[in-house]
């Protein structure tokens, strides 16, 4: 492996990283209030695209990246889309403990 794999397994990591705090504190709050869902939605077409991207160039870093942040930002946006009582409901099965 040469530095550039080093460079884009970092990269992968601290894209990946980013998210879980917000997917968590969603998850724990259920509040998507000051969350924008054109912005989430932009967010999730652009990891789609780099999924495919990648995939399509074999790119490891690529792949795990956008794949698991497409996941991460798509939870994001599926509870904002969602009603308060679906977010319990999900925030609730995902996380009993996490109010």
């Known amino acids: 492996m ?3 794999s080093f460079i884009g397994y ?4 601290c894209s990946t990283v980013s998210f879980v705090p917000q997917a ?7 509040d998507v209030s000051a969350l924008s869902t054109p912005t989430y939605a932009i967010t999730c077409c652009g ?3 780099w999924l495919a991207y990648g995939i399509g160039k074999s790119e490891w870093p690529l792949i ?3 794949g698991i942040c497409l996941v991460l930002a798509s939870f994001i946006l599926a509870m904002k889309l ?6 319990d ?7 009993p403990t996490a109010e």
Do not use: E, I, P
Not at 10 to 13: Q, V
């Open 82 to 87: 969602m009603s308060r009582r679906q977010r």
């Open 24 to 30: 968590w504190r969603v998850l724990k709050t259920r």
């Open 64 to 66: 795990l990246t956008n």
């Open 89 to 95: 409901s999900v925030a609730q099965t995902l996380a």
């Open 2 to 4: 040469n530095w550039l």
């Open 47 to 49: 990891f789609a695209l």
């Open 10 to 13: 970092g990269a992968a990591l």
